[in-house]
């Protein structure tokens, strides 16, 4: 336990240097050794003043986002009290990063000195909670309204030079932050001064119109979430100038106990903690990722110029290979636009832009991507020819380059059997059912090697993308998923529903789009949606003009209804309403099933796996943690009684995964 905290006596000061894992992460054999050492400095005759400190890559991160839990809160808070009340002043040296409950300690401290490049913040607030250990307190009395809400609002970390920022400390130090705090707390301890305890500070309420400025413009911002902890900061900080210190402490701690015990928290927590293990490929381990400076794109519809373009702005050299005179015109007024774009709202400088665009190369032949060292092959064409492109770019591809192919039944076995070195080729999915949208499936073929591997989760982070390991199958998560959930919004379309009703209810419900919206983005007519039981929504894109499908003119809306009469009249289903909350949990049983059926086929290695191919690539909302995630709040015995009705109303597909009578036998958890 003593490990976690060194103790030092050195010139009348007690050093408590923190030296525990990753980034000094808060744990409980942390919190107990800090307490142990602040009690042993107390009983030291020699001792008049403690210093608290990390390493210089940080003081501390705060906790692990799945050790967050009420009581380990609960222990923090108690030795933040424990620090305030020390009868020895206590300084904190904060270097590097101070988050989280890492900041609540140094907000505890008496006298706080920082590095210049330090940054602090509270990450949490994006988890759907706040601070529970007296931070929402202790901020408003040292700086007032704004710069305490700035803090605990901003989410990102800040840097401590803002103007804002820095009056919280006392000194901010070009270098050398640790050797300074000593001769500050030797000072205090040559001159027996006491402690400084933010709980007496009233500095932060002198200026009763800022304070109350502050909470007024705060309270206009919109929540970045539903259920986001926003309203309960700002009522908390107002009630740092109402109440009582220690009546404040216990106003926060409520709120806190609250917040941590929402679903919203659990699911954020939950897609943290799967976010990170999603990106933990097996082949990372032994993979080495090789260097990419030019990156080529065949094609330049939608995915290939969105992606030359992230790639761009990445830093890349981009090669782009177009055959059809007029797709490379319009692809290339789509980069133009997207970067001058970037100019008007002020991401790039006009230098920036011409720098990329001198940076991006057109060509009409394969052997212009000769010198890439990553080519992704996104020409949207049917397999025979993507088969045919795959065997030229073994011809012409360097030695080492990486060769990807874009959609959601990439057939890498195949492709990989053209090739010189199968161990190269791979496939990317960048789904289009979501605009903007991070997530990336990565299709990992028997002879994908691992270098390959590597490489590709490396230009991909590179590219802020987040991606989810998938064995190749048709469909892949996302439109395997949706394909479920469209299935499952047709048969209560068939028994009476609205479809335009049901998509409304879940955009109501946080998602980006609903099912009949998603049918019309996505290739409907696809194997994978007619294997899903996928009829309706094929139908009409074959009927309507143009493919314009559900969402057509309303002269085609019309004569949809009219059609969707006629059809409901010819299937014999007995009509039926069906409420908000039936067609939220039959999505969502529909979605969480086809993700089970993921599971036992082997093409995902989680269904946390899901969870995040669907909320970062498919508009599923974060705040609800993904659709298995969901389907587990919502309780798997009714995700499987909806199922059941579902199958019971002829929706023979909708049968429920025997994982269910599993998991609810043994009381196990879906969202793992």
Excluded at 262 to 273: D, S
Excluded at 540 to 553: E, I, L, Q
């Amino acid at each position: 336990m003593a490990g976690a905290v060194s103790y030092q006596e050195n010139g009348g000061v007690a050093v408590l240097a923190l030296q525990g894992l990753a980034g000094n992460a808060i744990t409980l054999e942390m919190c107990e050794a800090l307490a142990e050492a602040l009690e042993r400095a107390q009983a030291s005759t020699s001792v008049g003043a403690v210093l608290i400190a990390g390493t210089d890559a940080a003081f501390s991160v705060g906790f692990p986002v799945g050790a967050i839990t009420r009581d380990a809160m609960a222990q923090v808070s108690d030795l933040c009290q424990k620090i305030e009340n020390c009868p020895l002043p206590v300084v904190a040296a904060v270097s590097g990063s101070a988050l989280g409950v890492g900041l609540e300690l140094v907000m505890a401290c008496h006298y706080r000195l920082a590095v210049a490049s330090a940054r602090i913040g509270f990450p949490d607030v994006g988890l759907g909670i706040l601070p529970g250990a007296g931070s929402t307190q202790r901020l408003p009395r040292l700086v007032g309204g704004e710069a305490a809400l700035q803090v605990l609002m901003a989410g990102a970390p800040l840097a401590v030079t803002s103007p804002n920022i820095r009056r919280m400390f006392d000194q901010i130090v070009g270098a050398d932050v640790h050797g300074t705090a000593m001769a500050f707390a030797a000072a205090l301890a040559d001159m027996n001064g006491g402690p400084r305890k933010s709980a007496d500070s009233c500095a932060g309420f002198e200026d009763a119109a800022e304070f109350d400025a502050a909470l007024a413009h705060w309270r206009a911002k919109p929540a970045p979430f539903p259920n986001a902890s926003t309203t309960d900061i700002l009522e908390c900080v107002e009630a740092s100038r109402l109440l009582p210190f220690e009546a404040g402490l216990a106003f926060e701690w409520e709120r806190f106990e609250a917040r941590v015990a929402t679903e919203t928290f659990r699911a954020l927590r939950h897609m943290v903690v799967s976010e990170r293990r999603a990106a933990m490929f097996p082949e990372l381990k032994d993979g080495r990722a090789g260097a990419i400076k030019q990156v080529g794109v065949i094609g330049v519809g939608s995915v290939g110029s969105a992606f030359a373009i992230e790639c761009l702005m990445a830093g890349y050299s981009v090669v782009v290979v177009e055959r059809n005179a007029k797709a490379m015109a319009q692809g290339m007024r789509r980069i133009h636009a997207v970067l001058e774009q970037s100019v008007k709202s002020g991401r790039l400088t006009a230098t920036d832009r011409d720098r990329l665009e001198a940076s991006l190369h057109q060509a009409d032949d394969l052997v212009a991507v000769a010198e890439a060292d990553f080519v992704l092959e996104a020409s949207g064409q049917v397999p025979e020819i993507e088969r045919q492109i795959f065997v030229q770019l073994d011809g012409v591809s360097k030695e080492g380059a990486v060769l990807a192919a874009h959609g959601p039944a990439v057939d890498v076995a195949r492709l990989a059997s053209e090739t010189g070195d199968p161990n190269e080729v791979i496939g990317l999915h960048f789904p289009v059912t979501a605009s903007g949208g991070q997530g990336v499936e990565v299709v990992v073929g028997d002879s994908t090697s691992a270098d390959t591997v590597a490489t590709v989760v490396s230009l991909l982070k590179r590219l802020r993308k987040r991606p989810v390991r998938v064995a190749p199958h048709d469909g892949l998560i996302t439109h395997t998923v949706w394909a479920a959930a469209v299935r499952a919004a047709e048969h209560m379309v068939l028994a009476g529903a609205d479809p335009y009703e049901i998509d409304r209810q879940l955009r109501a419900w946080g998602m980006a789009g609903g099912p009949f919206q998603v049918a019309d983005k996505v290739a409907i007519n696809a194997p994978w949606f007619e294997a899903a039981g996928v009829t309706l929504s094929r139908t009409v894109r074959d009927r309507t003009s143009h493919g314009a499908g559900w969402y057509g003119p309303n002269a085609i809306k019309e004569d949809l209804h009219q059609w969707l009469t006629d059809a409901r009249h010819a299937s014999g289903r007995p009509q039926q309403e069906f409420s908000p909350t039936q067609i939220t949990t039959r999505i969502l049983a529909a979605m969480a099933n086809a993700g089970v059926g993921l599971l036992r086929i082997g093409v995902i290695r989680a269904p946390r796996d899901v969870d995040v191919a669907m909320v970062a690539g498919a508009g599923f909302p974060r705040w609800r943690g993904g659709p298995m995630m969901a389907a587990q709040a919502e309780g798997l015995v009714r995700i499987r009684a909806t199922l059941r009705e579902m199958q019971a109303e002829g929706d023979s597909l909708s049968a429920p995964d025997p994982v269910f009578d599993h998991l609810i036998k043994n009381g196990g958890f879906l969202a793992r």
